[in-house]
């Protein structure tokens, strides 16, 4: 029955709607602005110190009005963001973001879900994206899956299903100290640090972990693999869980999973895909073909929010089984009793796949993405980004001053300006670089040289970017390799 009333005196809702309207309509066209011109402005900046300094403010204890907080919002907030949504950003691997998904996330939170469980539609959304992504990656119909923060959640919640399977659901309750458990876990010494970090927090510590050598192509190295499995046997340990990297976050290696599934089979290991970034190039058909054995993971974990460009954060994983998903997780509570019928019907729920109760809406902005845009188009935007890091990796090949680092499998691009001290040069160029405004790659190690990485994640970025990154690169190299009388400089080349 629709209500009459009025609304309570103490709600928070607006005294008045029409200027909260007018504000929010306004809100909703910078941001179109901020991304129609994203071009225009600095890829990153540091935060003044007086700006900084705004942000140490003692606690508000009355109101401000609403126009007030959001001039603060885009005087000391927008314009010191992290530069991802920026087409020339290339640090690390990060996703774009785009419009639809923006969009998507305020109606995700005007509806203020919680997609911890009960019988609404959100829940529906959620296990739509699970039917797609089982189809779209070949698991079968009684696999289970869950949006998490990122990789690195969907990471742990694998290897703890993993444990759970080695040594029995009981540990949930006697702790794994009982079994002293002699586990090994293996993946390549590319394998990125979330996995180390998996191990330790489920209580196995991070030891259990062996890094696997990679070979020229940096993938794992499936002789040595074979021989560690074998070495650890022999001395009395069990293999437990094996982890193949689709698209390392160094270089966009992509290990061999068919071998890797063919290991684990035969050793009777789980086999676990970290897919972060790589695993959506299942969505490109140049790609597609280099995954396969992705199918037969026990276990997969990847991001829509890196390169499904859905707005932070979109982590997800997929476990084959998704019986032994639950009962790693679920756990029984009266004031979780599932029913039927009515609201607390649909059991089982998504709180009872993963640590967190309360969840937020992430599905509908990966619905909306997938939706409004297509798999098709995903997988094109994703192709182009390898396009343009083999057109980087040819304006290196073009250049004397500057050398490749290593192999470019897919988007990342690991090079250097060539010169004495190169790692601190190198070092200090991607700072400047970063400080110009004009280009931001990160940094990494191969075979412990410092490289600067370029990882083309982002659907914005273009050839003209490329050059951008190409032109500033050999002008600051210049720079920096030129001015060995600056004092700052000075010490760079002191070894
Ligand atoms: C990004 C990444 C992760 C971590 O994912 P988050 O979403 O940042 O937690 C793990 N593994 C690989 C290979 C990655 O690229």
Redesign the pocket.
């Known amino acids: 029955m629709p209500r009459s009333e009025a609304a309570s005196p103490n709600s928070l809702d607006p005294q008045d709607w029409s200027s909260v309207r007018a504000l929010g309509h306004r809100m909703l066209d910078d941001m179109f602005d901020y991304l129609e011109h994203i071009r225009e402005r600095p890829v990153w900046q540091s935060m003044p110190g007086a700006v900084r300094a705004s942000f140490r403010d003692p606690l508000p204890l009355g109101p401000s009005e609403l126009n007030a907080v959001y001039r603060e919002f885009l005087r000391n907030v927008l314009p010191y963001s992290n530069g991802n949504v920026h087409p020339a950003f290339m640090g690390?691997?990060q996703g774009g973001g785009s419009a639809v998904g923006m969009l998507a996330e305020m109606l995700a939170a005007g509806l203020n879900a919680n997609l911890g469980g009960r019988d609404h539609a959100g829940i529906e959304v959620e296990r739509q994206i699970v039917h797609w992504m089982r189809r779209l990656f070949g698991f079968p119909a009684a696999a289970s899956g869950l949006f998490v923060?990122?990789?690195?959640?969907?990471?742990l919640i694998a290897v703890l299903v993993a444990r759970d399977v080695a040594l029995g659901f009981k540990i949930r309750r006697s702790g794994i100290s009982a079994c002293v458990p002699k586990l090994k876990a293996y993946a390549s010494m590319a394998?990125?640090?979330?996995?180390r970090r998996a191990l330790d927090f489920c209580g196995l510590g991070s030891d259990t972990l062996r890094l696997v050598p990679v070979n020229s192509q940096h993938r794992i190295n499936l002789a040595a693999l074979r021989h560690m499995i074998d070495a650890d046997r022999n001395a009395g340990y069990s293999p437990f869980l094996l982890v193949g990297?689709?698209?390392?976050?160094d270089t966009g290696a992509i290990d061999d999973l068919d071998g890797l599934a063919v290991i684990a089979s035969e050793a009777g290991m789980w086999l676990h895909v970290?897919?972060?970034?790589?695993a959506l190039g299942i969505l490109a058909p140049a790609i597609a073909p280099r995954l396969a054995g992705i199918q037969a993971a026990d276990s997969l974990?990847f991001?829509f929010?890196?390169w499904g460009q859905v707005p932070y954060?979109a982590?997800f994983v997929l476990v084959r089984d998704g019986e032994l998903h639950r009962q790693a997780f679920a756990s029984p509570a009266a004031y979780l009793e599932r029913e039927a019928r009515g609201l607390a019907a649909g059991s089982p729920w998504p709180c009872d796949f993963g640590p967190d109760l309360s969840r937020g809406f992430r599905a509908l902005k990966t619905w909306f993405t997938l939706k409004a845009y297509g798999l098709q188009a995903l997988g094109e935007s994703i192709a182009r980004t390898c396009e343009l890091a083999h057109y980087l990796e040819q304006r290196i090949a073009e250049s004397s001053e500057l050398e490749l680092l290593a192999p470019v499998s897919l988007n990342i691009v690991c090079f250097r300006f060539r010169c004495q001290n190169p790692d601190r040069v190198n070092a200090r160029l991607v700072v400047d670089l970063q400080e110009s405004g004009v280009a931001a790659p990160s940094t990494t190690r191969i075979n412990g040289e410092l490289a600067i990485r370029a990882a083309i994640v982002n659907h914005r970025t273009a050839r003209s970017d490329i050059d951008a990154l190409i032109n500033a690169t050999l002008a600051t190299g210049r720079t920096l390799a030129a001015s060995r009388e600056d004092p700052e400089l000075e010490a760079i080349y002191r070894d």
């Open positions: 690390w691997v923060t990122g990789t690195s959640m969907a990471n394998s990125h640090v979330s996995l990297t689709a698209g390392t976050v970290d897919g972060a970034y790589g974990a991001d929010h890196k954060e982590g």
